[in-house]
């Protein structure tokens, strides 16, 4: 029984599939948070190198990937696509399950298909040093690791209730070089003014972010980087979609139902968008999201105008949103927990060609322990989503008597969230209920925007 399908280094994707052209309808614009116009591209120079502002855009279908990147893209891509006979029989499912695994990387997910080419177009663009935030280090390492690779800078806000907690991460970073800075710090305005009201503060993703962005935005050699939501990120995450549909034809086989699990939505656009292009081409293929109940941005939010940050210094954005200063309970998928979502995601839910879904945490460890136990390798608490998504699809085609072919996207490994898995084996961990009173207070502070 074969287990996984490989490519060889000569099958990694050329190009990346940029599914703006393909979109539903045109893009919504992105408006600058202090003039309340859309942006233009000169708005967005101090902050990003032209490459990306362009890609961030662009109308061409195909992308092609710079060699500089698929040289390095050769370390740990093609990533091997699994069939999961093992769960399929603890299951006993007539379903077939196969996932892409993305945490063959070095850093340990998807997200350096991301930072490896930011960090090129920062390169070729002169930039000298990249000013980035993480929350629990899953991006911070992964930009860390691209910047080494081109010879960058790199200074991290590390949000600091993970950088005392956390250290695993942080030493990865310092590893390759980078800069850590517990976030708020003394570094900027942003942490200033925060250590000036409340010098024990622990810190959020929201600050981190606009110290970063300001960092960025007072020095002429340093640019800002994000690892989720916008365009050109999902673009980059492709490269795990276009490499699943050969290794499907290798199997023999082609999905009737695409998962991912959703926090920004990158790993899913990555996985999904190259399988939405067929889907626009008429075949019948379902996709889903798989997000946290404590943070249902596609299942609960609105589908708005709204900031991309809680400091209101990013640029408002149309997507679905818990509202900006929504602040999720403090889950172990840490990277699930972001008010909004990415653009184009959202506008692919609102037309209904994405089906979303949420999960309790509770529920996920479950499904991640069944992996683990079955098919050995151990998740990252974020990916734990898409595995739920997965085995509720195949006990359904169990319950239906039906065969059906599953693909999930794998987005990362659990070697650095252990703390996590104890904190379940020992009864700490609890489900949240959807905070919908705090939803309904964070929806009221909505931007006014015109357009
Ligand atoms: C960051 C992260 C996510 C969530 O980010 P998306 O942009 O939604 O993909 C999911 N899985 C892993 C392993 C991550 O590190």
Redesign the pocket.
Known sequence: MQTKYLLGENQIPTHWYNIIPDMPGALAPVIHPGTNQPVTPNDLLPLFPMGLIEQEVSQERWIKIPDEVREIYRIWRPSPLFRAHRLEKALGTPAKIYYKYEGVSPAG???PNTAIPQAYYNKIAGTKRIATETGAG??GSSMALAAKMFGLECTVYMVKVSFTQKPYRKSMMQLWGAEVIASPSDRTNAGRAILAKDPANQGSLGIAISEAVEDAATHEDTRYAL??VLNHVCTHQTVIGLEAKEQLKLAGDYPDVVIG????????AGIAFPFLADKAAGKAVRVLAVEPTSCPTLTKGVYAFDYGDTGKMAPIVRMYTLGHDFMPPGIHAG??RYHGASPLVSQLVHAGLVEARAVGQLACFEAAVQFARTEAIIP?P??SHAIRGAIDEALRAKEEGKERTILFNL??HGHVDMAAYDAYFSGQLEDFEYPAEKVKESLAHLPKVSF
Do not use: R
């Open positions: 997910s998807h997200k899953q991006w690892g989720s699990c959703h926090g920004g939505g990158s790993n899913f990277g699930l990252a974020e990916s987005s990362g």
